[in-house]
Nanobody
Framework: QVQLVESGGGSVQAGGSLRLSCQAS????????MGWFRQAPGKEREGVAT???????TYADSVKGRFAISRDNAKSTLYLEMNDLQPEDAAIYYC????????????????WGQGTQVTVSS
């Protein structure tokens, strides 16, 4: 079955960096669109970035220029490099996959990881 496992979250000070990873298994990773989403307490889950099957990327305006999504198909792993982190970036970060659609819309995605916590102190 499809399994997604995030890692790399942690606690950093404002201006710091983190690299999240999402290890996928149970399907042909290269054939799926992948996305990173985040959810802060009391807020809706929002799309952060997506990367499609040919590695075309999209980003939320709030993270453009600071975050970079990438994928290593040989390792079935998705990454999110996060730089210049700010307190408003604090959230649980989730990876998700879809066999066709590549939208920053959480309702589209069928498969989700359990999430990894990112905390940013000012």
């Amino acid at each position: 079955q499809v399994q997604l496992v995030e890692s790399g979250g942690g606690s950093v000070q404002a201006g710091g960096s983190l690299r999240l990873s999402c290890q996928a298994s149970g399907y042909t990773f290269s054939r799926f669109c992948m996305g990173w989403f985040r959810q802060a307490p009391g807020k809706e889950r929002e799309g952060v970035a997506t990367i499609d099957q040919v590695s075309a990327t999209t980003y939320a305006d709030s993270v453009k220029g600071r975050f970079a999504i990438s994928r290593d198909n040989a390792k079935s792993t998705l990454y999110l490099e996060m730089n210049d982190l700010q307190p408003e970036d604090a959230a649980i970060y989730y990876c998700a996959s879809h066999p066709q659609w590549c939208l920053r819309l959480s309702s589209v995605y069928s498969y989700w990881g359990q999430g990894t916590q990112v905390t940013v102190s000012s």
